[in-house]
């Protein structure tokens, strides 16, 4: 049902659009659609975490949240590795 946006969001992160990743999150919050929020959740994490470095975030996450946002952050990383500036340029 929600597959079209993961895939988009998917590509974002792997063309280092977090700012545009972001812009999208904040909208999708704006239509209270908390079936597909709740469904895209490791982007908004990944998002706050990229944003505060609060490893906190990432430890309250249970075990499964944990993997995917890890998987997703390892992504970034490998993107954004010798890149100078934020991530939401």
Request: glycine letters at 2%; aromatic letters at 12%; proline letters at 1%.
């Amino acid at each position: 049902m929600f597959n079209a946006y993961v895939r988009a969001f998917k590509n974002l992160l792997e063309f280092e659009k977090l700012y545009i990743l972001k812009q999208a999150v904040q909208e999708i919050e704006k239509t209270e659609q908390n079936d597909l929020l709740e469904f895209l959740s490791p982007y908004s994490v990944l998002i706050r975490y990229i944003e505060t470095k609060d490893k906190e975030i990432i430890e309250r996450l249970r075990y499964e949240e944990r993997i995917i946002i890890e998987e997703m952050l390892k992504t970034v990383e490998e993107k954004t590795m010798g890149h100078v500036g934020s991530h939401f340029k």
